[in-house]
Every structure is written in C-alpha cells, then in structure tokens.
C-alpha cells in the first residue's frame, strides 16, 4: 500500500520561503507524477503543481514564479519550496500521487502550514 | 482564467439519489478532461471516488457514478446513506499538464 507523509515547519514568517518534504513509502515513483495540493482553512483545494520521477515539472500559474520543487528518487521524497510567503499562503498542505487520467489517488494526510510573525 | 464550477451545497434523503456537477467557466466539459471526483470528510484528506469520467477507483462503492450530463461532468449518488454526509471536489485536466479543482458540493444527508 503506498504512503505519502508530509514533514516541514508548521509556522513560516511572511516573506519567507515554505519548505515541505513528502516521503513515499510502499512503492516506486517512477512513472508518476508527484504533486502538491493546498487547501486554505475553510476553502478549496488548490492545485499546486507537480514534479514527474524524471524531474520535469509543471506549476499553477498563479503560483508559478514562487514555486520550486525538486525529486530524490534515491530517497522516495520530493519536495516543495514556496518563497515570499503571506497570510494568504496559510493552508494545509496535501503530497499526492498522480498517475494517467487527472486521478490524484494515493494522498498524505496534509500538513498545515501557517504564515504569521 | 478557467474556472471550475460546482453547486455549493445539495440536500438529500436517506435513500435517495442526487447528482452533483462539475462544469466550467467557459466552456463545456467532455472525457479530454478526464473528470475526476473525490470525497473529503471534515480534518481528512481527499478519497479519489471516480477517475477518467467513469471509472470507479477500488473500494468505491457502486451507489457512486460518474458521467458528462449535457455539458458538464456528473457525480450521482444512488441511495444515499448517512456516510455520504461530506464535500465533494471535482478536478478537470485543461492541457498542458494543468489540473484545476472546483469549489466543492457540501452534501447534507436529511
């Protein structure tokens, strides 16, 4: 059974870079796509973006110029930067694993990240 | 920029059947953008219910469908139980290696 776990700082200062790492446990990442979706207290999911095992990527654009992310197949992790941090960025965020057909299937239990000083 | 639009809530029987839809601001949705739906209960992470507009991911039960209703994707629930009780999200693939999530349909079993 495949496991995602996320880990990071659960507080981030504004203007500052968010920086999460997601662990996948029981099974391979090769052939999938590896992908970050937030969802804001009380609100929707946001897409992210996401990180393919050979390292190629592809963000949100409303996001895109902020987004980093980066693949450690040796380690099963991928990992997510965010730079210039605000309260609006205050979320929890969720690592999932995508495969064909837009199905995001295999979920961490998501890690919420505040945004304050 | 697209959006993806849901109802915000839906009321239903126990027992009864309800269908959810997924459309977009501009636009009709057709299986190119492989719907997908998934149910999210409150403090948990999202649980991939439908993929590829039809296909039941395993464990789902068969009360739950997906389909494109006119120009929208569908979720419809056949007898409802008290467990369906939560908020639905559909996600729309637009190309390019984007995916875009609707708003969320919060269904009240009653």
């Known amino acids: 059974q495949v496991q995602l776990q996320e880990s990071g700082p659960g507080l981030v200062k504004p203007s500052e870079t968010l920086s999460l790492t997601c662990t996948v446990s029981?099974?391979?990442?090769?052939?999938?796509?590896w992908t970050w979706i937030r969802q804001p207290p009380g609100k929707e999911l946001e897409w992210m973006g996401y990180?393919?095992?050979?390292?190629?990527?592809n963000s949100n654009p409303s996001l895109k110029s902020r987004v980093t992310m980066s693949v450690d197949t040796s380690k099963n992790q991928f990992s997510l930067r965010l730079t210039s941090v605000s309260a609006a960025d205050t979320a929890k965020y969720y690592c999932?694993?995508?495969?064909?057909?837009?199905?995001?299937?295999?979920w961490g239990q998501g890690i919420l990240v505040t945004v304050s000083s | 920029q697209t959006v993806v639009t849901q109802e915000p809530s839906f009321s239903v029987s126990p027992g009864g059947t309800v269908t959810l839809t997924c459309g977009l601001s501009?636009?009709?949705?057709?299986?190119?953008?492989?719907p997908s739906w998934y149910q999210q209960t409150p403090g948990q992470a999202p649980r991939a219910l439908i993929h590829n507009t039809y296909t039941r991911s395993s464990g789902v039960p068969d009360r739950f469908s997906g389909s494109i209703l006119g120009n929208k994707a569908a979720l419809t629930i056949t007898g409802a139980q008290a467990d369906d009780e939560c908020t639905y999200y559909c996600a729309l693939y637009l190309g390019r290696g984007f995916s875009v999530f609707g708003g969320g349909t919060r269904v009240t079993v009653l």
């Open positions: 029981g099974g391979s990442m090769s052939d999938y796509y």
């Open positions: 999932a694993r995508s495969g064909e057909s837009n199905l995001f299937d295999y």
């Open positions: 990180i393919y095992y050979s390292g190629s990527t």
């Open positions: 501009s636009g009709s949705v057709s299986t190119g953008h492989y």
